[in-house]
Nanobody, 121 residues
Framework: QVQVVESGGGLAQAGGSLRLSCAAS????????MGWYRQAPGKQRQLVVV???????NYAESVKGRFTVSRDNAKNTLLLQMDFLKPEDTAVYYC???????????????WGQGTRVTVSS
């Protein structure tokens, strides 16, 4: 069994900071891409940032310069430091991981349950 669990959401004021954490656990052989996505009310889920196993990153334009992702391959964790938050960052944030297991040697996409971030103006 594999689990992906997020934590760290909450309420912040505009201009403030929050830090999200994601941890993958279970029968993991390796993890390919890991990423953060978000879904605002009434909108589709969209990419925030994706990180390859080698550390290459791809940020959404809307968060460049404000959000910083870090990944620890040994611990199977992904952190998202969110600074200079804006009200439009309000959303449920989801962690995604492409996880290789013995039963899925090419990787399978796992999602966390989501953590809510609310930014007040």
């Amino acid at each position: 069994q594999v689990q992906v669990v997020e934590s760290g959401g909450g309420l912040a004021q505009a201009g403030g900071s929050l830090r999200l954490s994601c941890a993958a656990s279970g029968s993991i052989v390796s993890i390919n891409d890991m990423g953060w996505y978000r879904q605002a009310p009434g909108k589709q889920r969209q990419l925030v940032v994706v990180v390859s196993r080698g550390g290459s990153t791809n940020y959404a334009e809307s968060v460049k310069g404000r959000f910083t992702v870090s990944r620890d391959n040994a611990k199977n964790t992904l952190l998202l430091q969110m600074d200079f938050l804006k009200p439009e960052d309000t959303a449920v944030y989801y962690c995604n991981a492409a996880i290789v297991t013995r039963g899925a040697p090419h990787g399978y996409s796992y999602w966390g349950q989501g953590t809510r971030v609310t930014v007040s103006s």
